[in-house]
């Protein structure tokens, strides 16, 4: 069982808010992830992290920033909340040939 | 272009029945072909991973196939629980960048009956 956390579980709120979907791994890896996952889709890839202080945008363009300021934590935010993008949100992190996932972020914009 | 196809797209068994998930990709080079089972509103867990020189492997009743030189693969699950309702999905990584990078299939939605 990884230890990679996501919070909150699930998320209602209103557009044009500002959010913060938190993220924090316990195992030290450097390389971390969010992805986008609509029902019945595939996982797209939105950020990506080798490590502190280095993030990169992934396939799917996406209006969310992300930073690593440490190790263990990789939050994602959304600055203003469209109902575009209700959808959920998962981070993981990789450890050799093994990628862990959290439980994921259900987001509901209204 | 790199696509992995998972078919079928759903599939509805009666507790006790093996079942069989089929995995074409196209993705090249290739690096590894990995099967998670995705709970609803959970994250994916990994099941297996194979690399190119093996071509099955076994966790517990879900055993998984490789055929590289085809590009398909196939995950079997044996005596099926109702606990393996879920969604089962294909990623295949490439070595061709640091990143290894990985394609997603959509998953095939399993339901098991009592």
């Known amino acids: 069982e990884a230890d990679i956390y996501q919070t909150p579980r699930y998320l209602v709120i209103g557009t044009g808010k500002k959010i913060t979907l938190e993220c924090s791994q316990t195992?030290?890896?450097?390389?971390m992830y969010w992805y986008q996952q609509d029902p019945g889709m595939e996982l797209h890839l939105i950020h990506y992290s080798y490590g502190v202080n280095s993030t990169e945008k992934g396939d799917l363009s996406s209006e969310s920033t992300v930073s690593r300021i440490r190790t263990e934590h990789f939050p994602l935010t959304l600055e203003s909340a469209r109902p575009s993008h209700t959808s959920q949100y998962l981070c993981?992190?990789?450890?050799?040939?093994?990628?862990?996932f959290g439980p994921g972020t259900r987001l509901t914009v209204l | 272009k790199n696509q992995v196809e998972q078919s079928p797209q759903s599939l509805i068994i009666l507790e006790g029945k093996n079942c069989t998930l089929q995995c074409n990709y196209t993705v090249s080079p290739f690096s590894n072909l990995r099967w998670y089972k995705q709970d609803t509103g959970r994250g994916p867990v990994s099941l297996t991973i194979m690399t190119f020189s093996e071509n099955t492997k076994s966790n517990g009743r879900y055993t998984a196939t490789l055929d590289a030189d085809t590009k398909q693969s196939s995950l079997h699950i044996t005596a099926s629980q109702l606990s393996d309702s879920a969604s089962y999905i294909c990623v295949v990584s490439d070595r061709g960048s640091t990143l290894g990078r990985l394609y997603f299939g959509r998953g095939t939605q399993l339901t098991v009956w009592p």
């Open positions: 993981a992190s990789t450890y050799g040939n093994e990628q862990f």
């Open positions: 195992m030290g890896h450097d390389k």
